[in-house]
Structure formats: C-alpha cells, structure tokens
C-alpha cells in the first residue's frame, strides 16, 4: 500500500508515533509488572515479620506474667565489645540468683551473668539469643 496524497506525511507520522508508542510500553510493561510482584513480596515479608514480632511479644509477656523468666540488664558504658570480656567482680556487681543479660555502651549484647560467672558472646555461641 502506498502512501500518496496530501495526508501521507500525516498518516505517516500517526503510524510511526503509535508503532513507537508500543515499543515504548512493550519495555515498561514488564518493569511494570516486575514492581508489583515485588511490591507483593515486600508487603508479605512485612507481614511474617509483624506475625513474628508479635509472637515473641506474646511468648515474653507470657514468661513475664507467670514469672518464669526474670531477666536484669547491665550496661557496661566503658566498655565496647571486643575479643576480651570485661573485667568485673561478677559476684558483687549483679544479683547472683538472676539471669542480667550484659550489654556494651552501644547496646551491644555481650553476654550474661549468673550466679557468679560471665558467659561470654565470644566464647559462648548463641548466649544472646536466648
């Protein structure tokens, strides 16, 4: 078919700004497409994380009303963690019949004391997770 006459340029231009025109949204549409799933993805990770947070709230404010867990903090404002403890008279310091869970001066978790001996982070894996 050939273009002639006094509408060809105009013609011309409508077909090739349209043909442009799906090339441009053949590209966005994935990109497109790709954003929402990811936003899906983003918004159901947010989810588990809020059912966690309030699980763990939950399992705590349990062990706090039935007294079965009773946990003193101690932050060591001179102190940064390191791969040495620190040096500190354990006996006298803390409640020896407590669990005080040890932090750093940047709140770090250290460690804990109980009973009259430190348990390390560095020398004791998982002390602070649990």
């Not at 990109?31 to 918004?43: C, N, V």
């Given at each position: 078919?050939?273009?002639?006459?006094?509408?060809?340029?105009?013609l011309?231009?409508?077909?090739?700004g349209?043909?442009?025109?799906?090339?441009?949204?053949a590209?966005t549409?994935?990109d497109?497409?790709?954003?929402?799933?990811?936003k899906?993805?983003?918004?159901?990770?947010?989810?588990l994380?809020?059912?966690?947070?309030?699980?763990?709230?939950?399992?705590a404010?349990?062990?706090?009303?039935?007294?079965?867990?009773n946990?003193?903090q101690?932050?060591?404002?001179?102190?940064?963690?390191?791969?040495?403890?620190?040096?500190?008279?354990?006996?006298?310091?803390?409640?020896?019949?407590k669990?005080?869970l040890?932090?750093?001066?940047?709140?770090?978790c250290?460690?804990?004391?109980?009973q009259?001996?430190?348990?390390?982070?560095?020398?004791?894996?998982g002390?602070?997770?649990?």
């Amino acid at each position: 078919m050939k273009l002639s006459g006094r509408y060809s340029f105009g013609l011309g231009a409508g077909v090739s700004g349209f043909l442009l025109l799906i090339l441009i949204n053949a590209f966005t549409i994935p990109d497109s497409l790709k954003q929402a799933s990811d936003k899906d993805l983003y918004r159901t990770q947010a989810e588990l994380e809020k059912a966690k947070a309030e699980s763990a709230k939950k399992a705590a404010d349990a062990y706090s009303k039935n007294g079965i867990a009773n946990f003193e903090q101690l932050i060591i404002s001179n102190y940064t963690l390191s791969n040495q403890p620190p040096q500190i008279d354990w006996n006298h310091t803390v409640d020896p019949t407590k669990k005080t869970l040890i932090f750093d001066k940047n709140r770090l978790c250290i460690g804990y004391a109980q009973q009259g001996r430190f348990y390390f982070t560095k020398y004791y894996q998982g002390v602070c997770n649990g």
